[in-house]
């Protein structure tokens, strides 16, 4: 985190955020009197923005405070389900990363058992959503959490090999 201030009478409050698009972990400045609340989305783009003055900077997963930390899994896992079609497609699309190893293998608690099972149930058809996932290949419960562990892991550890679903953390 952030070194103490002790110039208290200057400090602003704060916003932590993390992107739909890229899961990019961001602090930014509100609006003078405006409190988010938690879960809230929040519109960063050019033009006019109710909630948001200007978003400071990138930050890091260390760098999120102890609430943003407990509250990130559940906004994750919202993201997900909210962008389900995009999601699905990485099950429909997913290819062979190396001659060992596979891009489905990536997501915690898919092995070559649960992968086979995916690329077999994908050759009969594309999958429409995380219902008929769950209900065409067994063993296989609850995507939409295996995806977001994924991209909580790509966010927690920054020496992660292969990302997914998070953009790279910037340089030092």
């Known amino acids: 985190g952030k070194a103490p201030d002790t110039r208290s009478y200057q400090k602003q409050p ?4 993390v992107g739909e ?14 409190v988010p609340a938690p879960g809230t989305r929040i519109y960063i ?15 890091e997963y260390p760098e999120l405070s102890n609430s943003a930390k407990l509250e990130l899994p559940y906004q994750i896992q919202s993201i997900v389900l909210d962008n389900e079609a995009r999601f699905v497609r ?12 596979h891009a489905l293998e990536l997501l915690p608690g898919i092995g070559k ?11 009969k058809g594309a999958f429409k959503g995380f219902a008929d996932l769950m209900e065409r290949v067994k063993g296989l419960h609850y995507p939409e959490k295996l995806i977001a562990k994924r991209v909580e892991d790509e966010l927690v550890d920054d020496r992660i090999k292969y990302r997914v679903f998070t953009t790279a953390p910037r340089m030092r």
């Open 90 to 101: 990485y099950f429909n699309e997913a290819g062979p990363i190396t001659t060992r190893m």
């Open 45 to 59: 783009g050019s033009g006019s923005r109710d909630i948001i003055d200007h978003v400071n900077h990138r930050i």
């Open 14 to 17: 704060l916003v932590q955020a």
């Open 21 to 34: 698009a890229n899961f990019v972990l961001m602090e930014m400045t509100p609006k003078e009197g405006v």
């Open 113 to 123: 058992k649960l992968m086979w099972a995916v690329l077999n149930e994908r050759k």
